[in-house]
């Protein structure tokens, strides 16, 4: 299996642009979420999927963030208008819970995000 | 609120020293702990990881860490470190039904 993939691994933009991070998550597994990391808050977890529906969207920072999962295979977390403080690592993780335990998070190579 | 500490948030140790990393968790229900890593300009990868049974975890590069229910704690340990410990080690929690909630992270220096 490949893993988590997402795209752009990086991503240079301006003041006031749209940007769209993208994510595959593992075959099979039912539960994305969206993570942005920075130095100062550390780990943030902004959304998450459970069988495509937003379960949970009370990290998203602001309106200008907005996810979808249009299917089990792919999510897409947008920016519009990004702003220089949105400037992060953003992960990707998916799971499936396990007989009897809560599943573990694969998390994607992340997508690092400067806006200029 | 629930939340995830961690005691140290920059630890320097020398190779072959040994090493213990706090966590501690504020839940009082049932908790499935984790620990992740994070290598420099990598994602997280999972370390180890306790659902229930010996509250002693082995994981992977001869990590492990010890549940004490008591205590709240799910401190990291390794006996000896080696210079490509160096990395970033956050402590999770998930509590029945929600989600993860990551420690702070600790950044770990190890010096050849």
């Known amino acids: 299996d490949a893993g988590v993939i997402q795209s752009p691994r990086h991503e240079v933009t301006e003041m006031g642009q749209e940007v769209t991070l993208r994510c595959k998550p593992i075959s099979g597994h039912n539960s994305l979420f969206w993570y942005r990391q920075t130095m100062m808050r550390g780990l943030e977890l902004l959304i998450y999927?459970?069988?495509?529906?937003?379960?949970?969207d009370s990290g998203m920072p602001e309106d200008r963030f907005s996810a979808k999962m249009p299917n089990a295979s792919f999510s897409t977390l947008k920016i519009q208008p990004s702003e220089p403080r949105d400037s992060a690592v953003y992960f990707c993780a998916s799971s499936v819970p396990g007989q009897g335990e809560i599943g573990e998070q694969f998390f994607g190579p992340g997508t690092r995000l400067t806006v200029l | 609120a629930q939340s995830v500490s961690q005691h140290n948030h920059h630890v320097i140790l020398s190779e072959a020293a040994s090493l213990e990393l706090g966590c501690n968790y504020s839940y009082g229900g049932t908790v499935n702990l984790f620990w992740y890593v994070q290598y420099p300009g990598q994602h997280l990868q999972l370390l180890l990881k306790y659902f229930s049974g010996d509250p002693l975890v082995k994981g992977i590069k001869g990590f492990e860490a010890e549940f004490i229910k008591s205590k709240f704690s799910f401190n990291l340990r390794k006996p000896s470190v080696q210079w490509s410990d160096t990395a970033e080690y956050f402590c999770a929690v998930i509590l029945y039904g929600q989600n993860f909630v990551f420690g702070p992270g600790t950044r770990l220096s190890v010096l050849p």
């Open positions: 999927f459970n069988n495509n529906v937003p379960i949970d």
